[in-house]
């Protein structure tokens, strides 16, 4: 009998190879998660970017400093110079001045789906670090960690495999049949003021079966299960972004119904754009299927977001020229870059807005920011543009 070519690849093999894979992701979750020390934000901000920030004047805030309207800050006591101010002090300038930029009460909380059912096309990248350009400009953020790989989760501080339980901190017990009625149960604080997270963890995975059994034996439409939930928490925060998984499942299903806005990053390459394609054809289908059981859902804007993208690869332009092309109104202005900034910032579990030191100053990392700004920038203004509100301030800024 002639031998086979290879070893045959059984399930103890398989096991092995898992276990492996588990020793790897420990060693680097020991690397950045210190045992018993929890992530902090290490950002601090000189009197002139505070004054930026909250748009007011330097004198202004001394003047308020000096009348006790906000705390003297503490001085370094070798150098006697003022230290910088954090976050949630410049928070509390915006409050004493009157610039904290909230949405009216009267104003629909925008709940955006960063979504697309193909992998590595940067989903978690762009959802963690638009929920903090709107921590820094003082918007009340909530991030719904869907994805049962919990990237976001794990970005934002917390080992999915020691700080989360499935049972108690994720979607999970809420899709269950006769789960909560409020999401309130799983909203965690973060160490980003300004930011809550609802974490994920492998357990997540789980409710797809349970999605698909509750189907089966319930009369109600169980997709909009997740909306329900949003709808209990959102009116104490001003954006809710959902970080779905890539996939076509009942978890990204219930996203789709539970959004009023989408955005679709897509990097401007054949296969990844080619994916993009089909998810917009399949997302159409679905949502027109959906529609005949749940009723119709509408969305504030649905915007194409070109991520990855590197002017040195002549493919990247000319697909991305394509782009604009075909969706001249659909693709947003700004695009997100491919930079070793965001991959050495990943490696770490962080993100570009949390490097702090030295190399703030270099031209990779002032590049990489840019980009970031201004996509926070473009979906800010969208996100304001739904909100009458903000609608006077937006035609003072000639936007409207």
């Not at 409050?95 to 955006?112: K, Q, W």
């Not at 809550?196 to 909009?224: K, Q």
């Not at 959102?234 to 989408?262: C, E, H, Q, T, Y």
Request: charged share 25%; proline share 6%.
């Amino acid at each position: 009998m002639t031998p086979a070519p290879f070893p045959e690849v059984n399930l103890d093999k398989l096991d092995i190879l898992a276990d492996r894979a588990s020793t790897v992701m420990e060693r680097l979750r020991d690397r950045v998660y210190s045992p018993g020390v929890q992530k902090r934000l290490e950002l601090t901000f000189n009197v002139k970017t505070a004054a930026n920030m909250i748009g007011r004047s330097e004198k202004l805030i001394r003047d308020a400093e000096a009348d006790g309207r906000l705390p003297e800050p503490e001085k370094d006591p070798v150098t006697g110079r003022r230290n910088g101010y954090n976050l949630t002090q410049i928070n509390n300038m915006r409050h004493v001045f009157g610039t904290l930029p909230f949405r009216d009460d009267s104003d629909e909380a925008m709940v955006l789906a960063v979504q697309n059912f193909k992998g590595g096309v940067g989903k978690s990248t762009v959802v963690c670090h638009l929920a903090q350009y709107f921590a820094l400009r003082g918007y009340r953020v909530c991030i719904v960690d869907c994805d049962s790989q919990a990237s976001t989760t794990s970005i934002f501080g917390l080992n999915p495999d020691v700080d989360v339980d499935e049972d108690e901190d994720t979607l999970y017990p809420f899709f269950r049949h006769g789960g909560p009625t409020s999401l309130n149960y799983a909203l965690r604080a973060t160490y980003w003021p300004g930011i809550a997270l609802i974490p994920a963890n492998l357990g997540l995975y789980d409710a797809e079966y349970e999605f698909a059994a509750r189907m089966v034996r319930e009369d109600s439409f169980v997709l909009d299960r997740l909306r329900m939930g949003i709808e209990s928490i959102k009116d104490r925060f001003d954006i809710i972004l959902l970080d779905p998984p890539p996939a076509l499942g009942m978890i990204s299903l219930s996203v789709l119904r539970a959004a009023n806005a989408l955005l679709i990053p897509a990097p401007p390459n054949n296969i990844d754009f080619g994916s993009t394609a089909h998810f917009l054809k399949m997302m159409s289908a679905t949502l027109g299927e959906l529609a005949e059981a749940g009723g119709e859902r509408s969305y504030a804007f649905v915007k194409i977001l070109a991520t990855k993208m590197n002017d040195n690869k002549s493919a990247h332009v000319a697909i991305k020229r394509m782009m604009d092309a075909v969706f001249p109104e659909d693709m947003m202005q700004s695009v997100l870059k491919d930079s070793a900034e965001i991959d050495n910032a990943t490696a770490n579990l962080q993100t570009v807005y949390e490097i702090t030191g030295p190399s703030t100053r270099s031209d990779t990392h002032k590049r990489c920011r840019a980009y970031l700004d201004a996509v926070g920038r473009e979906v800010e203004i969208l996100v304001r543009k739904t909100w009458p509100s903000h609608h006077t301030d937006l035609r003072k800024e000639g936007i409207l």
